[in-house]
């Protein structure tokens, strides 16, 4: 499923790796719950970490696309909860990593970024969410 991103010159450039717009095609989309940094045995990675935990969640997020028939380009939009501004770097600095790998040409998906003062386990440092277009039913 194509999934087009945009940056209209109407608005600022995007603060960082992400575009103000996508748009997709189609009738078929997945909404993902909010990933967090566990792997597949339900095991905390990173614990205090944030950086660690980043790169679990958005790995998480690349599994579920693939069960999906999808890619990371086909990721419409993200929703980031971090907990604490301090944990703003780590998390960067992973994104920047894990995004040259999941979307190499650049083209990022929209993302609303949110500090927090805490998520469901005081462990959790970080949980994103993404809404992926998919194809049609007879895909």
Avoid: W
Avoid at 82 to 100: C, I, K, M, P
Avoid at 108 to 121: D, I, K
Wanted: proline share 6%; net charge negative.
């Amino acid at each position: 499923m194509p999934v087009q991103h945009l940056n209209p010159p109407s608005l600022h450039p995007p603060a960082g790796q992400y575009s103000h717009v996508a748009v997709a095609s189609g009738n078929r989309f997945a909404f993902i719950a909010g990933q967090v940094a566990l792997d597949q045995s339900g095991q905390l990675v990173g614990s205090g970490d944030v950086a660690a935990q980043t790169r679990q969640a958005l790995a998480n997020l690349a599994n579920l696309c693939e069960e999906l028939g999808a890619t990371p380009s086909d990721i419409v939009e993200l929703r980031t909860f971090v907990v604490g501004s301090e944990s703003l770097d780590g998390f960067r600095s992973a994104r920047t990593e894990a995004f040259s790998e999941l979307f190499p040409n650049g083209a990022y998906p929209p993302n609303t970024l949110l500090v927090v003062s805490g998520l469901a386990s005081d462990e959790f440092k970080i949980e994103i969410s993404a809404v992926v277009a998919l194809g049609s039913e007879e895909s």
